[in-house]
């Protein structure tokens, strides 16, 4: 029974980090894609007037079709939305080590940035969307991590100022 004061919804905008791996699992002959997000984050400091920028990696778990989907059309450093929850898991490596992870299993991914940007789609004829998302697409946005472009940037009359 699902609690209704309980919500599990992670929504990230990042780069891909690596190439997503797209695996099947052979008893349920089920597709996975696996790969790693960038998000990053702006710090300004008031005593030294100085902002820094921090990244946070988020593995991300693509299951069923949009497995497929991030196969053919997410590569390294393509700019996407990714919506889904949070999941824990344990397991013991080959030592006999108790591990844990937290990833995100996504159930939503849109793909973001230019269209010619990456490898994903760059003769132009790529889906934007998985699932029947809607695509939206801002050229401001850096292609990779860390560099210093932000929405804000781009100038022009049609921007709606929030």
């Given amino acids: 029974m699902r609690d209704v004061n309980s919500l ?3 929504i990230l905008v990042g780069h ?3 190439k997503p791996e797209l695996r099947v699992l052979p ?3 089920q597709r996975v894609a696996n790969f790693t997000l960038a998000t990053n984050e702006s710090i300004y ?3 030294t007037n100085e902002s820094t920028k921090r990244t946070e990696w988020h593995r991300i778990v693509v299951w069923g079709p949009q497995a497929d989907f ?3 059309y997410i590569d390294k450093g393509k700019q996407i939305l990714v919506e889904g929850r ?3 898991r344990e397991w013991q490596d080959r030592d006999g080590n ?5 990833e995100v299993v996504a159930n939503n991914i849109v793909l973001l940035g230019r269209r010619d940007a990456g490898s994903g789609g760059g003769e132009g004829n790529a889906p934007h969307a998985a699932a029947g998302s809607d695509f939206h697409q801002d050229p401001a946005v850096s292609e990779f991590p860390g560099e210093e472009d932000t929405p804000g940037d781009a100038g022009g009359d049609d921007e709606v100022p929030f």
């Fill in 8 to 10: 599990n919804r992670v």
């Fill in 16 to 18: 891909v980090g690596r």
């Fill in 27 to 29: 008893q349920r002959e």
């Fill in 45 to 47: 400091n008031k005593s």
């Fill in 70 to 72: 991030c196969d053919r």
């Fill in 86 to 88: 949070l999941s824990t």
């Fill in 98 to 102: 108790k591990r844990t992870t937290t």
